[in-house]
């Protein structure tokens, strides 16, 4: 069984600044990507962000393109997310998920086969 472990959520005044971390462990657990996505209270859940184990590639939503950065340390199975000014409208719960196969678009969460159990960030204004 593959569990997807976040931490480092919390709450940070506009413009601060977090990192999330996302821990993968379970028997022979190769991801060959893993992402963040996230759900703010009434919206649907959209992705943020996501890293291509082999290339190291990122892909990012535009909303946070040049605030967040993902990165990996495959040796740990973790992926992090930094998250810098940071806006009202980050608030959520952050979910970080892994893809066992490859696909064509890193932003559809229908791709991603292990999601963990979402970490709450919450910016105030």
């Known amino acids: 069984q593959v569990q997807l472990v976040e931490s480092g959520g919390g709450l940070v005044q506009a413009g601060g600044s977090l990192r999330l971390s996302c821990a993968a462990s379970?028997?022979?657990?190769?991801?060959?990507?893993m992402g963040w996505f996230r759900q703010a209270p009434g919206k649907e859940r959209e992705f943020v962000a996501a890293?291509?184990?082999?290339?190291?590639?990122?892909y990012y939503a535009d909303s946070v393109k040049g605030r967040y950065t993902i990165s990996r340390d495959n040796a740990k199975n973790t992926v992090y997310l930094q998250m810098n000014s940071l806006k009202p409208e980050d608030t959520a719960v952050y979910y970080c998920?892994?893809?066992?196969?490859?696909?064509?678009?890193?932003?559809?969460?229908?791709?991603?086969?292990?999601w963990g159990q979402g970490t709450q960030v919450t910016v105030s204004s």
């Open positions: 998920a892994a893809a066992r196969r490859t696909f064509n678009s890193a932003s559809m969460a229908t791709n991603y086969d292990y």
């Open positions: 379970g028997r022979t657990f190769s991801s060959v990507a």
């Open positions: 890293i291509i184990r082999s290339s190291g590639n990122t």
